[in-house]
């Protein structure tokens, strides 16, 4: 059980935040704070992954998709990096994974639930969230931090801006 082993900080990132939020929400755990590092909280942030929805068949989305990075990962080598992960994941997996956010981002809100969770924290840059994302963020209350000119993938391209701003919310 995670708490018997003293763990009391769960960070999740993306869609990844969702299931911290779900992990967080169980009261046998005890965890105290949940990081959501450029986390889904809204149906709007299903940006990349929600487009599985749109989709019948796995294959056919994963081509779409790996088109959709193309697009964008010319100029933005953490966008190739991350593009080139894609393309050797199992498409059916890469599909239900798309699927389920988006299906539970429809059916919840994830920032609440990550507030209902316990405390929550968000961490992440502005220029990357969806308007109604901004919106909810700031009616909210939830505490957040801006990463300044970091990427969706903030570990990758201003890691040192990542491990400062955890240590503040843990002090």
């Not at 081509?63 to 991350?82: Q, S």
């Not at 599909?95 to 405390?119: F, I, Q």
């Not at 992440?124 to 970091?150: F, I, K």
Request: proline fraction near 6%; include cysteine; aromatic fraction near 8%.
């Amino acid at each position: 059980m995670v708490a018997s082993e003293g763990i009391e900080v769960l960070m999740g990132h993306s869609a990844a935040s969702i299931v911290a939020g779900l992990v967080a929400a169980q009261p046998a755990l005890g965890l105290g704070t949940v990081i959501s590092l450029e986390g889904n909280l809204t149906e709007a942030d299903a940006y990349f992954t929600g487009l599985a929805a749109r989709y019948d068949e796995p294959h056919a989305f994963r081509r779409a998709f790996l088109t959709h990075l193309d697009d964008r990962a010319e100029h933005d080598r953490v966008l190739a990096r991350y593009r080139s992960r894609v393309a050797r994941v199992d498409p059916q997996a890469l599909w239900t994974l798309g699927n389920d956010v988006a299906a539970y981002s429809k059916r919840h809100h994830p920032g609440e639930a990550l507030l209902e969770a316990g405390r929550a924290h968000y961490l992440y840059n502005p220029a990357n969230c969806p308007q109604a994302t901004l919106d909810w963020l700031e009616r909210s209350g939830m505490p957040a931090t801006v990463l300044p000119g970091a990427s969706h993938w903030p570990t990758v391209d201003v890691p040192g801006l990542v491990a400062r701003a955890v240590l503040d919310i843990l002090r």
